[in-house]
């Protein structure tokens, strides 16, 4: 199983944790508030190349 595919099933099964323990508004706050927010807080060149590079890319 490669490094990708790993987190991936790790963000199901915690998505899957918060939906049995939380209210579904809650568990949705909470998965797409954390990505957010790791993007906010990017400083502006980061969030430039980060845009311009390709989803195969993005592991590199």
């Known amino acids: 199983m490669s490094r990708n595919a790993k987190i991936a099933a790790g963000g199901v099964a915690v998505g899957l944790l918060l939906l049995i323990w939380l209210p579904w508004w809650a568990a949705l706050l909470i ?3 954390v990505p957010a927010a790791a993007y906010l807080t990017l400083d502006p060149a980061q969030r430039r190349r980060l845009r311009r590079a ?5 592991g590199r």
């Open 31 to 33: 998965m797409l508030g």
């Open 54 to 58: 390709t989803r195969k890319e993005l």
